[in-house]
């Protein structure tokens, strides 16, 4: 058991959020070196030549420098196993960042020196903030001209409501970056424009009593500076509290520069420090222990045609207790089924592993014939019960979806239909009518451009989208309502989910409440859950 238990406390499994450009795939791939998961940290925007960033494996991804999935990697560093959740940095993806960050025990909250928080990161926290998870925050892009330290730190405070931690603390920006002063140590760790596809070197260290060797390395007037900063610093910030940090009550702010590896290795080893090993998770039965309770996950991600070859599916798991054995049979709740878990594995970005084990605080990849939903719970043959179900955001822009080639339906309806089960989408259907009338809902509009490109490159369908001037959409929650008999007004839309499920469209917000006053006891909802 011992051997069991030591193997779950080993694991940290975070997320990374940021805005984009911020970045964070930059970020991922250092990590990424440190462990040595890959040799050689390729550019993002490099060259046509250059290596595409390890976790960016999507076609459009490539050829558009961002990331719209979330991506999986696994690495080991100092004794620790360490999974990282690599989450879309564009607003329009954010529903698959959400649900990235229930799988997630902690958050690594990427911002861009220079542009400070932006509207992205505002979404993103208050997410973490709702699941009162810990949150780390890293300042990139010291190499170039950064806004005041200070400013920074009170934007975080107001912005997102969270108090800051600096653990280091800056030296001058952009051509005059000259390192970082080291709080606990008292040092001063001079900086230097490595070469950026390799590791840290090894960067001298000066104690701040160390007169002569300070001026020598960052000069007079940048030693005067600091001296005063460190001063204004000790009165002003929050004190360093881990009680406070695990809560997410308080943020250890980090200070450094991804793409020239500067200050990575040092916010990761002291990250490791202070983040938690793997979280309990409530289900319907209370909450269940990572290491007292047997193997037990929960579906998070589903995404298709993550190998062309295959043209297969991948259910998503984030392994909440216990160990996992691939020989081993487990439950499927919603399908009430008992299975073994097909061709489990280690995904890293579009490369894989099978597993023949796996523990508390993993992710691990398992074909889908189709079978599993977001949200859906797996645990031992014996057991019943449920994790929390993930909710659903709801769309905000509508386009009616019509097909160009009437003999290509079936291949129109699997596409649309696996698109929509990764949860990037959502379809609907016109009330009594069939899969003839197609509405496709969307949280940010660049989804309506992946689902084109995806459905011509992975299915061999070419579609036409018709923008529909609906913004609100609201699920029914009364299961006796009669949609026949529903007065509503005149921009309203009668729907239905794959599910059968009945839902309101309205192009105007005031709709809502006057629907609501026509019709006795309806209760309408933002979210709906998987």
């Not at 998961?37 to 976790?55: D, E």
């Not at 938690?276 to 289900?283: E, F, V």
């Not at 009430?336 to 490369?351: F, H, N, T, W, Y």
């Not at 008999?485 to 409440?513: A, E, H, R, Y």
Request: proline share 3%; with cysteine; charged share 25%.
């Amino acid at each position: 058991m011992s051997n069991f238990a030591d193997e779950i406390n080993k694991r940290r499994t975070f997320a990374i959020i940021s805005h984009p450009d911020a970045g964070k795939t930059t970020l991922t791939e250092k990590f990424l070196l440190y462990g040595g998961a890959i040799n050689l940290a390729g550019s993002v925007k490099g060259k046509a030549t250059a290596r595409h960033a390890v976790s960016d494996w999507m076609e459009i991804e490539k050829e558009r420098g961002i990331s719209v999935t979330s991506s999986v990697l696994q690495f080991e560093y100092g004794g620790f196993c360490i999974n990282i959740l690599d989450t879309p940095g564009h607003q329009d993806f954010s529903e698959d960042t959400y649900r990235t960050l229930m799988a997630a025990d902690s958050a690594v909250m990427v911002i861009d020196a220079s542009k400070g928080v932006e509207a992205q990161t505002r979404k993103l926290f208050k997410v973490c903030v709702m699941r009162r998870i810990p949150i780390f925050t890293f300042i990139n892009k010291m190499d170039r001209d950064a806004n005041d330290t200070f400013e920074l730190l009170d934007e975080i405070e107001k912005e997102l409501g969270i108090a800051t931690c600096p653990i280091n603390w800056p030296i001058g920006s952009g051509k005059n970056f000259k390192g970082v002063y080291e709080r606990e140590t008292r040092c001063v760790i001079t900086y230097s424009d490595t070469e950026k596809g390799t590791k840290e070197g090894q960067a001298t260290r000066i104690g701040i009593d160390e007169e002569e060797l300070l001026l020598s390395h960052i000069g007079g007037d940048f030693k005067e500076q600091l001296f005063d900063e460190i001063d204004l610093l000790d009165g002003a910030s929050a004190e360093y509290d881990l009680d406070r940090i695990q809560a997410g009550e308080l943020t250890p702010v980090f200070f450094g520069s991804a793409l020239t590896n500067f200050g990575v290795e040092i916010f990761l080893q002291h990250f490791l420090k202070m983040t938690t090993t793997p979280l309990p998770r409530k289900a319907d039965i209370g909450l269940i222990d990572p290491v007292e309770h047997d193997f037990s996950a929960f579906v998070f991600k589903i995404q298709a045609n993550m190998n062309k070859a295959h043209r297969d599916r991948v259910a998503f798991m984030r392994i909440c207790s216990g160990r996992y054995d691939a020989s081993m049979e487990v439950k499927h709740i919603q399908g009430g089924k008992v299975m073994r878990l097909s061709q489990p594995q280690q995904i890293m970005a579009d490369e894989r592993k099978i597993l023949s084990e796996a523990y508390a605080g993993d992710i691990i990849g398992v074909f889908d014939p189709g079978i599993f939903s977001i949200g859906d719970t797996l645990c031992m043959p014996k057991e019943q019960f449920q994790y929390e179900g993930i909710p659903t955001f709801a769309p905000e822009h509508f386009a009616r979806v019509r097909q160009l080639d009437t003999m290509k339906r079936k291949q129109f309806v699997k596409g649309i239909t696996q698109i929509a089960q990764e949860g990037a989408i959502q379809i609907f259907q016109e009330f009594n009518t069939g899969m003839e009338e197609i509405i496709v809902g969307v949280v940010g509009v660049l989804q309506f451009d992946v689902l084109k490109y995806r459905l011509e490159n992975e299915y061999n369908v070419e579609i036409r989208l018709e923008n529909l001037p609906y913004e609100h959409i609201r699920w029914i929650e009364n299961k006796d309502i009669d949609l026949d008999k529903l007065t509503g007004t005149s921009d309203m839309k009668k729907i239905k989910d794959l599910k059968g499920n009945p839902l309101l469209l309205f192009v105007n917000q005031w709709s809502i409440g006057m629907t609501i006053e026509r019709n006795n006891g309806l209760i309408l909802s933002e979210f709906g859950r998987n």
